[in-house]
């Protein structure tokens, strides 16, 4: 067994080395410069934090890194099964034979040495392994895997904050439009013909979503891939993992909430729901239930912005799938759903932009799709809306921006649409209307 093992870490090492990294779409996610900390790469299933791993690889490569400082390895391999621990050590002291670095170069022999440790939860014990490393110093460790056990809490638990958290999420429209070879507009320029193809584009990327393997497949298969991973990420990150005794529940609830996106979910009223069909699950359960779901990044939840926590416990959450190309997979009913797919696209890029995010509630009975505060103290207010042509609803969604500007001064106030057609309606000066897309790629510091 300790033969096969040594074979299969050589092996593993040689390959990384020698072979170029593969291609890939570049993702557009911020790291940074800490010393002493493991980067743990977080995310959903298939979302690409394999990919995200090799793209670090490459840059650092490109920076005129050495190669055989920079090592590439996954765990998932079944010749690698029964192995301990204790046996880690084995890789970096196994690339140093192959790969001695001479002391006559010093720009060599001072690099740090940088692993890329893919579904190392595998092992059981890792984090002592990766926290004596960083102890040692001397060496960069990236870290990730498809596995519940990589959740960002359990992250911080384990390496006893020697862990920074990066999330990968599905691809962002100028990831999306990277992937698919088109070029982002200039927006100080932007031309009438520009602006109806990053229309046709969006309205593409709408309804294809952002996974990376789905980006070229036809519907039908496309929405069985989709369906495959939501089936894989409920059975080991959820079922399995936290022994699940009532999987039905558990699946009513998925169904409940992925085909009502960015609706507003109550655990009480969706427990009475369930007993008026003679299935009975306790609200504990089903809070439990909905807090796995997060954690495998499936959807997210929003609350009601508000100062009183108590106030935050008794009001509905809103729900986001992770995706917009999980909608059409779980909702049957027929409808386009263009509004809320807007809205949940509009949210995960608040996500990717590090925003705490909540919904407005008014006194005066309306409400805003979102109050964004971002990491720089500058904070949003936006409402998203597939069209602006219809003058009650547009009248509707300023009022509610009107309310929420007293509550919330300092804030912006956005109308995102899914057209790009001008002139736009006429608004109160301080509220900005503009096409989603646009917003997605634009500065935000403009």
Known sequence: MEVQIEQVIREKIISSIEKQPPSHTRREVDLPPLKGKALAVIGMRRAGKTTFLQQCRAEKLLAGRSPQRQL??????????????????RIPEALFKLF????SVPKVADEPLTLYLDEIQVIPGWESFVRRLLDDGGYEVYISGSSAKLLSREI??????????????????????RHHELEKPEMKTLSSK??????????????IGGFPEAQFLEEAHRRQLLQGYVDVLLLRDVIERHEVRNPTALRWLLRRLLSSPAGLFSVTKFSTDLKSQGLS???????SFLAHLEDAFLLHTIPVATDSEKRRQVNPRKVYPADTSLIPVFDRSGKANTGHALESLVFTDLLRKQAEVAYVRNAEGTEVDFLARYPDHS????????????????????R?????SSRYPRAKKLILTLESRLPFPSVPERIAIMPAWQWHLMDRSL
């Open 72 to 89: 590439y390895f996954n765990f998932e391999d079944e010749r690698l099964i029964g192995m301990k621990a204790s046996e880690l050590h």
């Open 194 to 207: 520009q602006s109806g193809l990053m229309d046709y584009h969006y309205g593409r990327y709408l309804k």
């Open 156 to 177: 911080a638990t384990s390496m006893r904050g020697r862990a920074w958290e990066t999330s990968i999420y599905p691809f962002s429209f100028l990831e999306f439009l």
């Open 281 to 287: 699950v306790s609200r504990e359960s089903l809070y």
């Open 379 to 398: 904070e949003e207010l936006i409402q998203v809306c597939a069209t602006v042509d219809d003058a009650k609803t547009l009248a509707r969604e300023v």
């Open 400 to 404: 509610a921006l009107e309310h929420a």
């Open 100 to 103: 001695p670095q001479p002391a």
